[in-house]
């Protein structure tokens, strides 16, 4: 597709968008706006560049396949990175786990992990004008083994890892200060159990406490902005979670702290989209887990589905863009993994894209009007409307392939990637 025929059919969208009531600038600069945080762990599966980890193991994820090309170094995933960033429009931020560290070689404890352990990752952000998030690591790691963390009964094993979140939210608040956008720490603990467990309130009550301590420090908000993310059962914690969405809300009720909402973390028919609304009456802000769940996984690439459009559409209807991060969270080892990221991040603009495409004003008059069927015939129509020329016209704009010559550009980024061994 040329650049002529690209402006010739958003010409022709944009004249039956406006037919509908919908402007289709507006739309294209409000997505401009949105940053999507890119997931390291997708360039590697989820293996981090700490001596001793290498490979995820336990903690209720699983990474499965093994296609040639995972990043080794910190060089190699930046590489990816860029190669992956080049191909999705907008600009965007990096999500980092801290176990993707420079270490130098050496073995450090993550209890001892430190800024400098980071400086690579923010002088090439800054280089590039990207933001940094981060994130605490309390798996892969032997004092994760039994299952517990923050909700260990072992007073030395819990503050082992109270001092590596510590010491995380204060690498992301340098982050944050030293980029100047506030990085986001989001915390995910592995904790519970395979079977029945009998003290289920026991380790919510230690929980309780290991938060306690660990929030009770505060960074400026233009630094560090944290979340928490529950989950309803994992690989191998099929029976409890400590960290249940009951248990954050209620925690996070009265602190600074966001929900994190993993698309993957509920029960299969148990909609995300659907607790938008209802978390933004009461919080300034949330963040949100962009992902697929597939029967029992929870971390598939995001495609263009129900679950994702209907997310876009409660976040754009609630007014809520400005309020709502969106970070993607999938690891996939089976295909390509720059082509995972893209198509991720591209079904998750596009999404978001369709939603802003919405006349949703004439369906607030319907539904007002008490007029139920009109609301369901608009509804039926939107899905027909020209989005794939809208969504041409902002990769255009943004510089990136438009239709499906990024699906081109991945393929002859392969013989680089099969060189790694
Ligand atoms: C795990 C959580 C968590 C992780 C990342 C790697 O179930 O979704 O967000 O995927 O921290
Ligand atoms: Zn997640």
Not at 126 to 151: I, V
Not at 245 to 269: A, I, K
Not at 273 to 297: M, N, P, Q, Y
């Amino acid at each position: 597709m040329n650049a002529r025929e690209i402006e010739q059919a958003y010409a022709a969208a944009r004249k039956v968008y406006a037919d509908c009531g919908v402007n289709t600038e507006t739309a294209l600069a409000a997505l401009e706006t949105v940053p999507l945080s890119l997931q390291c762990w997708q360039g590697d599966d989820v293996g981090g560049f700490e001596l001793a980890g290498a490979a995820l193991s336990g903690g209720g994820l699983a990474v499965t396949g093994n296609y040639p090309g995972r990043a080794r170094t910190p060089r190699e995933l930046r590489d990816d990175l860029e190669k992956a960033l080049a191909l999705i429009p907008g600009r965007h931020r990096v999500n980092l786990h801290s176990t993707y560290g420079e270490f130098g070689g050496e073995y450090v404890p993550r209890d001892s992990f430190r800024p400098d352990h980071f400086r690579g990752w923010v002088d090439w952000a800054r280089e590039r004008g990207l933001g940094l998030d981060f994130n605490a690591t309390l798996f892969a790691h032997p004092l994760a083994e039994s299952g517990y963390t923050l909700s260990h009964s072992d007073q030395k094993v819990r503050r082992f890892w109270i001092e590596h979140v510590k010491r995380c939210r204060e690498i992301g608040a340098w982050m944050g200060e030293e980029l100047g956008t506030p990085c986001g720490h989001n915390l995910w603990i592995p904790d519970g159990s395979k079977d029945e467990t009998v003290s289920r309130r026991l380790r919510r009550e230690i929980l309780r406490e290991s938060l306690d301590e660990i929030y009770t420090t505060t960074f400026p908000r233009a630094a560090l902005k944290d979340s928490v993310e529950s989950k309803l059962f994992g690989i191998g914690l099929e029976s409890f979670v400590v960290g249940s969405h009951e248990f954050y809300l209620d925690w996070s009720r009265n602190q600074d702290v966001m929900m994190c909402l993993d698309m993957g973390h509920y029960h299969p028919t148990e909609s995300v989209a659907e607790k938008i609304s209802a978390l933004l009456t009461f919080r300034e802000e949330l963040l949100i887990h962009v992902s697929r769940g597939v029967k029992w996984d929870s971390d598939h690439v995001v495609l263009f589905n129900d679950e994702l459009v209907t997310l876009m559409q409660e976040i754009v209807r609630a007014d809520g863009l400005d309020r709502v991060h969106l970070a993607l969270d999938f690891f996939d080892a089976s295909i390509n993994r720059v082509g995972a990221w893209v198509t991720g991040a591209r079904a998750t603009l596009k999404a978001l894209l369709f939603a802003l495409l919405e006349p949703t004003e004439r369906l607030r008059e319907r539904e007002a009007a008490g007029d139920g069927f009109g609301r369901l015939a608009w509804l039926e129509e939107c899905k027909a409307l020209p989005l794939g020329a809208v969504w041409n016209e902002f990769c255009s704009r943004g510089r990136v392939p438009a239709g499906t010559e990024w699906i081109e550009a991945i393929r002859a980024d392969e013989a680089r990637l099969r060189e790694r061994r």
